[in-house]
């Protein structure tokens, strides 16, 4: 059984940057491909960043070149780095491994 835990959330101004963690339980972690979603109110869940077992990265049009994806295999740690900030950004971020695995979420805020 995996178990996802997200930290790092809060609210920043725009133009900030935070730094979202998830933490993993559970085996094969390596071998899983991960990714962050984001799923603002009244909206469906989006992907915003996913980086596969050996590191190869995929982003969405709307966070490309402000947000970078990365992996610690070691940790069983999955991390977003979120830098310029906007307003739309504003959402509940979760983590996914595998395509079963999701963690609670950590809401993101980007006061204008």
């Known amino acids: 059984q995996v178990h996802l835990v997200e930290s790092g959330g809060g609210l920043v101004q725009t133009g900030g940057s935070l730094r979202l963690s998830c933490t993993a339980s559970g085996n094969y972690f390596r071998a899983m491909s991960a990714a962050w979603y984001r799923q603002a109110p009244g909206k469906e869940r989006d992907l915003v960043a996913e980086i596969a077992p050996f590191g190869n990265t995929k982003y969405a049009d709307s966070v490309k070149g402000r947000f970078t994806i990365s992996r610690d295999n070691d940790k069983k740690m999955i991390f977003l780095q979120m830098d310029d900030l906007k307003p739309e950004d504003t959402a509940v971020y979760y983590c996914?491994?595998?395509?079963?695995?999701w963690g609670q979420g950590t809401q993101v805020t980007v006061s204008s």
């Open positions: 996914k491994l595998s395509s079963q695995y």
